[in-house]
């Protein structure tokens, strides 16, 4: 039996254009062969849609996007424009609207790409970043500018509700891994929301008795990442902690063109989004060398989350395979295009030994 899905497809600016593309033939290959039927519904939103249009999608881009089962996106942003035009125009609104409040951001060291550490010991840990509020608020304002006193103010909101499901998934995670959570605080220094933090995620992680809860403060918490990443399983954090962390966690283990993301509404009621955690690149991009690996990945988290595991676990090994194999860009020290790296996963597809156990 076909199984088939609407996907709204959002390549977006500078790379994503490229990525994107490359991480749905790797997509529609799998899909033949695991009886799938992906029904891509590309948008054209984005930066050049900004410069014509005036804002980053139509008013009704959301109820255009909430027919769709999952959305697919590249990347924004936009030498040319402000990058809160382009953060706040689409990628926040989706992640709000559509209640997507966990960000998980899988950080895995790769066979075939080299950690920037001294030490070979694998990385396998998962960042539940808060993805709805706490530091990414609208709430303050700007005022005097350009005088002397002028001045900003910017309110960081928790809530009760928001940090306990957030929690909630966290630990569920951690409970069907090696059950240790780490929880990202700055309760020393921000006296408010961060002990409100803590004691939520206390009380949440006490209902889970098989998971360990430590909470570190994120300096130091930065600083372990680098150190000793490998003691590290899943890491809950706010919506700025998490976002460093992850960028941080890509860092450590060969490159920010690796690593995926997934902008889940665990509840399913609106459409989850899919898309790398790195940015537009302009500085790479129409040069035909980005990394899709972070693209693919999330093709692959996708794929899980639309009940697809076999396809998702067949798309995993083959990339991985691909990297294994030397045929990584050169971000992760290879010399392959992103046309070369998409054939070389093409061929791991066919090649790769994918129905033994994970
Ligand atoms: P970036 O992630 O676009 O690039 C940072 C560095 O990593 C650059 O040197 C870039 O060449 C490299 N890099 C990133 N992805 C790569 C890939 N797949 N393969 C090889 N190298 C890769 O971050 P940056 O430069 O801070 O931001 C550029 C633009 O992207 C900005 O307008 C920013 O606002 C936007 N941005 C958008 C995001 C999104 O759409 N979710 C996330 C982060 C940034
Ligand atoms: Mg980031």
Redesign the pocket.
Known sequence: MTSSHSIAVIA?????QE?VPAAIECLEKIAGIHGLDFDFVPFDWGSEYYLRHGRMMPVDGLNQLARHEAIF???????D?P?AE??WGL?IPIRREFQQYINLRPVKTLDGVASPLASNEPIDLLIVRENNEGEYSEIGGRMFRGLPQESAVQETVFTRMGIARAAHYAARLASSRRGKLTSATKSNGIIHTMPFWDEVVAETVAEYPDVVLSSELVDALAAHVVLKPWTLDVIVASNLFGDILSDLGSAVTG???LAPSANLNPERRFPSLF??????????AGKG???????IWSGVMMLDHLGHPDAARHLQLAFEAALRNGAG???VGGTASTAEFIKAVLEAIDTVPHDGPA
């Open positions: 977006g600016d500078g790379i994503g990525v996106l590249g990347a924004v942003g936009s030498p424009i990058d382009t953060l990628l490159s920010i063109g898309e790398p955690v790195h940015g537009s690149a302009p500085d790479i060398i980005a990394n899709p690996v972070g693209q860009t050169r971000d």
